[in-house]
């Protein structure tokens, strides 16, 4: 046992394995080390590194840095070992993004692969993700709004898990090279109140353009692979023999879905009885909620100097997206005035 030298008597909240073992309290972060290859009880110093209140909350590891809720649980900070300092320093992840906290954060938990994102679901039953790689100086904040709805407002996540993935024969698509994001979800459905235990599915990939002799055979093969794009909340699949009845939506009644029937888009439908029909028949099927990706820019500075151009009224004649491995899309926009 060791008592921290400090002038208050603080909560330990969580530890993290980096260079030392670094101590988050809920008034200051420690590193714990030793002189010898181990800490005994004759060998171990404690010292303090930064003095940021943490809430008593679990913080996430992603390789030698942890990240971790302010005791508001509405500021996000890392601390790792800093050469120029020589010492551990916590660095304000959320100083450009003040408004992703706005409702304060239950917990935080880091999904590694495929894509390095923090998860931080919210009080208000938003899940607010931070794309992160601070190797490549990536930090990139947004919310995730789940399709379906709970008491005329968004659906709410009431938890998120995180697992390693495995290849085995209950997944459409096996997670085996890549962590499994797990939601708890709530939404009225069918007029009454309802929660879903999901599971994100594996990210499309189309088929590469340089495995083809031709841009039409190319185009024809990644038509047929996007059979398997699955984009939908709450949603199912379905393979088999060609049909234009699908079953199995009964977590779904009365509800409008989307549907992707062999890689074409299908109109929407309402489940009634727990199934849909189709306009045509089909072999390979995709059927949930629908989501809105909405994408506000910043403010343009454009203009001989900078700065020259803020505040003052522009005229925008074009936007282009870039895509990759798309199908057909619509894109809308919104006068906020």
Known sequence: NI??????????????EQRDLVVGTVG?????SSQGAAIT???????????TAAADISAAQSNQVALFLDRSRRELYEIGFSFDDQGYVSTLLTILADHIFRSPAAKVIYQRLPHSIL????????????????????LGWTQQILG?????????????????????????????????VW???????????VRYIEVLEKVFEGVLRQDYSSEEAWL???????EDAFYVDCGISYEGASTTTITGLTHLEGQSVEVLANGRVHTAETVSGGQITLDFAATKVQVGLSYTSKYESLKLAVGATVGTA???????TGCGFVVLDSGAFKATTVDYD
């Open 183 to 193: 939601l708890l979800v709530k939404r009225t459905v069918n007029a009454s109140t």
């Open 119 to 138: 998860w931080a679901p919210r009080d208000d039953g938003r899940a607010a993700t931070l794309s992160y790689n601070r190797q490549h100086d990536i």
């Open 148 to 180: 379906g709805a709970f008491s005329g407002a968004d659906a709410v996540v009431d938890d998120v898990a995180i697992i390693p993935g495995a290849s085995d024969t209950t997944q459409i698509n096996d997670s085996d090279e890549r962590d499994e």
């Open 3 to 16: 008592t921290l030298n400090s002038t208050r008597i603080d909560e330990i909240a969580w530890f993290s």
């Open 220 to 226: 024809d093969a990644q038509a047929s692979a996007q």
């Open 41 to 51: 009880p004759s060998d171990i110093s404690a010292k303090l590194h930064s003095a």
């Open 310 to 316: 803020i505040n003052k009224v522009k005229a925008i």
């Open 28 to 32: 200051a972060q420690w590193a714990i």
